[in-house]
């Protein structure tokens, strides 16, 4: 029961979000959640050093400093690739804090894992706004989620009924192939729902759910977001079982922790962005 109720809660908050908020709304959500994902990070981190013997020294205040300034992006007329410059930035400003106060062994470690959790939690999370305020914003996201979340229930439901064959057990032993088809297949059928209702309202005349891409770009594009979410998943396996942990938090009652229910968005984000970012450098159309 709590697990369904928390994930009611979610669903209808960012649906709220995607048709009823405003840029500055969706970019304060996805900076706390962000912030909240990158905590839970370094507490995963820290156990995988300990487990190793060693002891991670990377400042909170720094992690939630580089999170918050990798949303700089979203501000008006900042150009997307200055946030290289920021990250760049951070890097060395850890850099000079480890390698005067860490183990010289530990100056390199610390110091690429910090970067690394900004590369993977909180770039990610600001393209999601970045997402929303492009032309058809909301359509585009909306069909985002819908990808994720239709995939994982399909493989949660269908993995645990029919499957036998493990997908990838040294990352996630409970991930089978039964379930990553079902998963694609979820996908699939989810955006071909959305794309229904997107073609219906356009036709009465409302245009808040507008995709221009055919049918059969939309399914395919929905099983390529399917693969990567599917991707995010097991990647955020690797990371809890690295460190021995089977959630990687506790603040979602049933869901485990913020980076258990993000991990699939957190490459399935980027791959579409970068999809969008290639059909226009070739002149192939927006979504």
Request: a neutral charge; glycine letters at 8%.
């Amino acid at each position: 029961m709590k697990r369904i109720l928390t994930a009611a809660v979610l669903i209808l908050a960012v649906f709220a979000l995607i048709f009823f908020g405003q840029l500055w709304m969706i970019t304060l959500f996805a900076a706390i959640v962000a912030e909240l994902a990158a905590y839970e990070y370094l507490k995963l981190a820290a156990v995988g050093a300990e487990t190793h013997g060693a002891t991670l020294r990377i400042p909170i205040w720094w992690m939630a400093l580089g999170t918050a300034l990798a949303f700089i992006v979203t501000l008006p007329n900042f150009p997307v690739e200055d946030q290289l410059p920021v990250l760049s930035a951070l890097t060395l400003a850890l850099f000079a804090w480890n390698g005067f106060r860490a183990p010289l062994s530990q100056v390199l470690p610390d110091t690429a894992q910090g970067l690394f959790g900004l590369i993977y939690i909180a770039y990610p999370l600001t393209l999601v706004p970045l997402l929303w305020k492009q032309e058809d914003g909301p359509a585009l996201v909306l069909f985002l989620m819908v990808c994720v979340w239709a995939g994982d229930i399909a493989a949660l439901y269908i993995g645990r009924a029919f499957g036998k064959r493990k997908l990838a057990p040294r990352l996630s032993p409970g991930k089978t192939w039964a379930g990553s088809i079902a998963s694609i297949a979820g996908s699939m059928i989810a955006a071909g729902i959305v794309i229904a209702i997107a073609d219906t309202l356009t036709a009465h005349g409302d245009t808040i759910l507008h995709i221009s891409e055919p049918l059969w770009q939309s399914l395919l594009l929905a099983a390529i977001l399917n693969v990567a979410a599917q991707l995010g998943d097991l990647l955020e396996s690797a990371i809890k079982r690295g460190a021995g942990v089977k959630d990687s938090g506790t603040m979602l009652p049933g869901h485990g922790g913020i980076l258990d229910r993000i991990d699939a968005l957190l490459v399935a984000a980027p791959v579409l962005w970068y999809i969008l970012l290639l059909k226009d450098y070739f002149g192939l159309g927006r979504f």
